[in-house]
């Protein structure tokens, strides 16, 4: 099966610093990768996605970032917030049907 | 819009009874997914439709089986409950183009 994986089970930040979760995925044919956030108890909610035509791609407050040629993606939040805590995963397809997650990183935001 | 809707949100199960997961979406989405997540890890894929009428096996299909009842409807049923298949449930939908998946809250599903 496809492995994505994540390079930091947890991470803690204070308030207003900037977070940056990574991820590692392993099938060089996948051509879109997608960022979730799960809060405790929810189901996991869009964040930001890219192409892999593209090595960056900015939200509000969100950036990720893409490099092909190590197979690394990550998921950078500015001036994080108490409301940023919660899980973020990152997937992948080359299907268009079939995806495959990572294992999550735990985000904690420290006021 | 209520989105995706999944019922019920808690059960607890025998071993060996069986029972329907529910999920009903109103974004007029094709696609729809069956995860399971258990703790510490992914979500991982049982099955999905890619649209009405069509059902395909994920990454671990085994223990389960599906029916798209009508484009908003995609049901997940057990027949025989094993332990193993403890977990959270999470049903979601897509719209065609873009990948964003959207998520109902949940099953989550004892079996003892």
């Known amino acids: 099966g496809e492995s994505v994986g994540l390079h930091l089970p947890t991470l803690s930040v204070q308030e207003g610093d900037n977070s940056i979760i990574n991820c590692a995925y392993s099938?060089?044919?996948?051509?879109?990768f997608i960022w979730y956030k799960q809060e405790s108890g929810k189901g996991p909610q869009f964040i930001i996605d890219?192409?892999?035509?593209?090595d960056k791609r900015q939200g509000q407050r969100v950036t990720v970032l893409l490099n092909k040629t190590v197979k690394h993606l990550s998921l950078q939040i500015a001036a994080t917030q108490p409301g940023d805590s919660a899980v973020y995963f990152c997937?992948?397809?080359?299907?268009?049907?079939?995806?495959?997650f990572g294992t999550g990183t735990s985000l904690t935001v420290i006021p | 819009n209520a989105g995706v809707t999944q019922t019920p949100k808690f059960q607890v199960l025998k071993t060996g009874q069986s029972m329907t997961l529910q999920c009903a979406q109103d974004?007029?989405?094709?696609?729809m997914y069956w995860y399971r997540q258990d703790p510490g890890m992914g979500l991982r894929l049982i099955y999905y439709?890619?649209?009405?009428?069509?059902?395909d096996k994920g990454e671990v299909p085994n223990g389960y089986n599906v029916s798209r009842l009508n484009k908003r409807e995609f049901s997940l049923r057990l027949e025989s409950a094993a332990p193993s298949q403890t977990s959270v449930y999470f049903c979601?939908?897509?719209?065609?183009?873009?990948?964003?998946?959207?998520f109902g809250p949940g099953t989550r599903l004892t079996v003892t």
């Open positions: 979601a939908s897509r719209k065609p183009g873009p990948y964003e998946q959207y």
């Open positions: 099938n060089s044919a996948s051509d879109y």
């Open positions: 890219i192409r892999s035509n593209m």
């Open positions: 997937a992948e397809t080359y299907t268009g049907n079939q995806f495959y």
């Open positions: 974004m007029n989405h094709n696609s």
């Open positions: 439709s890619a649209s009405e009428g069509t059902t």
